[in-house]
Nanobody, 115 residues
């Protein structure tokens, strides 16, 4: 079973940056397809960025050019670098793994962007 722990959330002013981290354990890390999702109050959870089985990373239109997903296989960690943050980026951010046919979620980390 894959265990995911997110960190790096917080309060930032509009235009600022944050880097989220998601540490994975309990699996062969390189076999995880990892991604980030977010859920704002009163809204459904939505995709932010994710690796695909084809090797590409896809991004939501709302974050293209501002957010970057990367991974460090040596540290079993995936990152989400978030730049030029906007108040509408405020949400709980979740890390998700697809591993050997199953899906796993982290507990989430809060990101709040003030105007």
């Amino acid at each position: 079973q894959v265990h995911l722990v997110e960190s790096g959330g917080g309060l930032v002013q509009a235009g600022g940056s944050l880097r989220l981290s998601c540490a994975a354990s309990g699996s062969i890390f390189v076999l995880n397809l990892l991604g980030w999702y977010r859920q704002a109050p009163g809204k459904e959870r939505e995709l932010v960025a994710t690796d695909t089985s084809g090797g590409k990373t896809i991004y939501a239109d709302s974050v293209k050019g501002r957010f970057t997903l990367s991974r460090d296989n040596a540290k079993n960690t995936v990152y989400l670098q978030m730049n030029s943050l906007k108040p509408e980026d405020t949400a709980i951010y979740y890390c998700k793994s697809r591993y050997l046919g199953s899906e796993y979620w982290g507990q989430g980390t809060q990101v709040t962007v003030s105007s």
